[in-house]
């Protein structure tokens, strides 16, 4: 195996590649996506953990606890998208990666 200045100097990917790499369209979504989990996640765990309504009526009360039901079903599937994102980014990358390596090195 080649060590890793030699891949990287002998690489094909220069910077309008891996611009148009990063800006492809299954990237560009997960990006998207875990930029949303990180703006969903803050906002709506905010909300589930708001201490507005203690000492009120009953109908007050019942609105609080489907506003704090729903911040956390939403701060959850924020969560998820931040993660699935992440996660989904590196997978990517790192599969693209073996594919141009086995097409480079291929036995």
Not at 23 to 33: A, S, T
Not at 71 to 87: I, Q
């Amino acid at each position: 195996m080649p060590e890793p200045e030699d891949t990287i100097r002998e690489s094909p990917v220069d910077f309008d590649t891996a611009v148009a790499y990063a800006l492809h369209p299954e990237m560009r979504r997960l990006v998207i996506l875990s930029i949303a989990g990180t703006f969903l996640l803050p906002v709506r765990m905010g909300l589930f953990l708001s201490s507005a309504g203690f000492g009120a009526g009953l109908g007050v009360l019942a609105i609080d606890i489907v506003r704090r039901v729903f911040g956390l079903a939403v701060a959850l599937v924020g969560a998820a998208f931040f993660v699935g994102g992440l996660v989904g980014g590196a997978f990517k990358v790192v599969a693209d990666a073996n594919i141009l390596a086995e097409k480079q090195y291929g036995e």
